[in-house]
């Protein structure tokens, strides 16, 4: 049987991951119907997103709307704010040790969900059905989805950007590991008294990271993971007090601190399937991959599994979800996903972990790059592009052996 060629695109998932997956799919000539409700407006997250994903945000012609409400990262560091035995120096990585101005821009979700939002409804190209999938059927040619209001749509591919509890890659059948960590991250931001100089500041503590990252002005988004019950009691402190609190924290780094309204809580945890695309669907952002928010990795990553979908459908574009297309996708992202959610969580696990061996490994490891040039300006570059830093480094030895 052959796949009928009209046959489109289903993103399942509103979110911004499934929202850059229509936009670039369609921009590849794929007619692509987004399913999904329209963005909340309460998420007070802010995410940084590094260069190589700007770039994409920018073919699509949303960054130049979203520079506005954005900070850039010039320098980020890790400071070990652990009272064990053994303590890492801090580790400062600055944009300009690598030739570029800035790492990323820190953007609102809000603004972030808002501007995508806006550039789907310019694109007639792009269905977007307001609704969420109530039931898939794979067939061997085609996939459908029933929708709430009980129309049927059928698909070549189906692209699950449905998030962490993805009910289209439960009906792809792909089984996943998944493990909860005794941690919760308390999201809120911030103004101080003190310019941030467009630095981001990650404390390692005993019980998670404690992220600082630039917002425009006198402003900081924080993200403060600790035990899901100390979460729950900073949530309810008062503005005073977690302003107090929260000064503390931060050494008074940036001078005095007031909290802004809004709280959120988001238990921690960390899902990884067994594949990444079968039977029809591929799997995209936290369908793919769930770990805690170190690093600032996780849409950075979900906007990396788009670029690569995008390139494959566009090579397979008569049938986007046959075999070797999914087969494709599946190599292209695994090594990538399982390198990222590693280090993530080992450097979690570490943190947590109050046995020697850890600390030590942990400490000498991040002593390590922050003492050597050369191997943070491979991290840095890793850090923003896979397999970057590898090549810079071996072009760099090319050009010493040449001399
Ligand atoms: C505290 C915190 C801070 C973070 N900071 C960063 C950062 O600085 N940098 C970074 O890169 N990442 C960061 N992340 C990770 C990032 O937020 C996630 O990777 C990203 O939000 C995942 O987006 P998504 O679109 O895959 O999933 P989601 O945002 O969960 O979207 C899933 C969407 O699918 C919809 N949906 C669900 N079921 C159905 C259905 N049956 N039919 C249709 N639609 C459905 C939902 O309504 C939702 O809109 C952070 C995460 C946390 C928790």
């Not at 997956?21 to 329209?38: E, I, K, Q």
């Not at 601190?257 to 039977?279: D, K, M, Y």
């Amino acid at each position: 049987m052959n796949t009928d060629r009209n046959l489109g695109i289903i993103v399942a998932g509103s979110g911004p991951v499934g929202m850059i997956a229509a936009l670039a799919l369609s921009a590849t000539g794929a007619r692509v119907t987004l399913v999904g409700p329209s963005p909340s407006s309460t998420d007070r997250r802010t995410t940084a997103v590094m260069r190589p994903a700007l770039g994409l945000l920018d073919g699509l012609g949303v960054l130049d709307a979203l520079r506005p409400k954005a900070a850039p990262l010039k320098v980020m560091r890790i400071v070990d704010a652990t009272q064990r035995l053994i303590r890492s120096p801090v580790v400062t990585f600055r944009a300009a040790e690598i030739g570029a101005d800035h790492f990323g821009l820190n953007i609102p979700n809000r603004d972030l969900n808002a501007t995508l939002a806006a550039a789907i409804l310019e694109r007639p190209a792009i269905e977007w059905r307001q609704s969420l999938v109530e039931a898939w059927t794979i067939g061997e040619c085609s996939i459908s989805a029933r929708l709430g209001d009980e129309s049927q749509i059928e698909a070549a591919l189906a692209v699950a950007a449905d998030g962490r509890m993805s009910s289209a890659r439960d009906a792809a059948g792909i089984r996943t590991s998944t493990r909860s960590y005794p941690q919760a991250a308390l999201v809120v931001n911030v103004a101080h008294s003190r310019p941030h100089g467009f630095m981001s500041t990650e404390f390692h503590t005993e019980t998670g990271p404690f992220t600082q990252v630039p917002l425009p002005g006198n402003r900081s988004s924080l993200v403060w993971v600790v035990r899901p019950q100390t979460a729950d009691e900073l949530a309810a402190l008062d503005d005073a007090a977690l302003s107090v609190r929260v000064e503390e924290k931060m050494q008074s780094l940036l001078g005095r601190v007031t909290v802004e309204p809004g709280r959120q809580v988001f238990p921690l945890s960390a899902i990884l399937p067994v594949r990444f695309a079968q039977n029809r669907v591929v799997l995209v952002g936290e369908a793919a991959h769930v770990f805690p928010p170190i690093g600032a990795q996780g849409l950075n990553l979900g906007i990396r599994d788009v670029r690569d979908l995008a390139d494959i459908v566009e090579r397979n574009a008569d049938d986007p979800g046959a075999q070797d297309a999914l087969a494709a996708y599946d190599r292209q992202r695994r090594p990538d996903v399982l390198a990222r959610a590693g280090a993530v969580n080992l450097l979690n696990i570490s943190l947590l972990s109050d046995m020697l061996p850890a600390q030590l490994a942990r400490s000498a490891g991040l002593g390590m790059i922050g003492g050597l040039a050369p191997l943070r300006a491979f991290f840095m570059r890793e850090g923003l592009q896979p397999g970057s830093g590898l090549a810079t480094m071996l072009s760099d030895l090319r050009e010493q052996v040449r001399r």
